[in-house]
């Protein structure tokens, strides 16, 4: 179907860690990937992206994989920081469809 | 941040009656988009629009209503048949063309509740 699925739904970490939230999809069309990061009270704000013609990207911290053949891609996060602790999530395609969000804290 | 706006922060709305929220753009954005945030249920689409005077329902369009009549605006009305309307409205904007699918940018969000 159309749904993104997106796991855990809660996540905390030591800080210093790292961090990893999957998304699985199911529509073999899709060919953009997204992730957004939402602090407490504020709009959901784009972190990095992937589109389907590379496998990886990585943004400092922040890294994005992608797996087409098994319709999953990653975020990951080395050496989380406390104000990483916010929500995440991806989305495919067009954007019109979300994951359900992660919640992470990292703890200090 | 990012170009758009949504008014007001906070509304209140008895049962029975409509309200509409607003969201504008000065991104020369085709697209815009409308959804709803509840706890734990990530964004769920609502209403979108990939140019004016046209617009398409979402997954949850039932008990509200759209228009598109300038490319800037997009207000969406929670009517009174939105059963369960206490929730976060987030608007976003969307870049499209030849260059393919493109970041969305969203608004600050309306939070509305119904007493």
């Known amino acids: 179907g159309e749904n993104v699925e997106q796991h855990p739904s809660t996540l905390s970490v030591q800080e210093g860690d790292s961090a990893v939230i999957k998304c699985t999809y199911s529509d073999s069309a899709s060919n953009y990937f997204p992730w957004y990061k939402q602090e407490l009270g504020k709009r959901p704000q784009l972190i990095i992206d992937i589109r389907s013609n590379v496998g990886e990207k990585k943004d400092q911290r922040i890294a994005v994989t992608l797996n087409k053949t098994a319709k999953h891609f990653s975020l990951h996060i080395t050496e989380t920081q406390p104000e990483d602790s916010a929500v995440y999530f991806c989305a495919r395609g067009n954007q019109f469809y979300f994951g359900t969000g992660t919640s992470l804290t990292v703890i200090p | 941040d990012g170009g758009i706006t949504q008014s007001p922060k906070y509304l209140f709305r008895k049962e029975g009656q409509n309200v509409t929220l607003s969201c504008e753009q000065n991104?020369?954005?085709?697209?815009m988009y409308w959804y709803r945030q509840d706890p734990g249920q990530g964004l769920r689409l609502i209403y979108y629009s990939q140019i004016v005077n046209d617009f398409q329902k979402g997954d949850i369009a039932e008990g509200y209503s759209v228009s598109r009549e300038k490319k800037e605006s997009f207000p969406l009305t929670v009517t009174s048949a939105q059963k369960n309307p206490t929730a976060f409205y987030l608007c976003?904007?969307?870049?499209?063309?030849?260059?393919?699918?493109?970041?969305?940018?969203f608004g600050p969000g309306t939070r509305l509740t119904v007493l």
């Open positions: 976003a904007s969307r870049r499209t063309g030849t260059s393919g699918v493109g970041e969305q940018f």
């Open positions: 991104l020369n954005h085709d697209a």
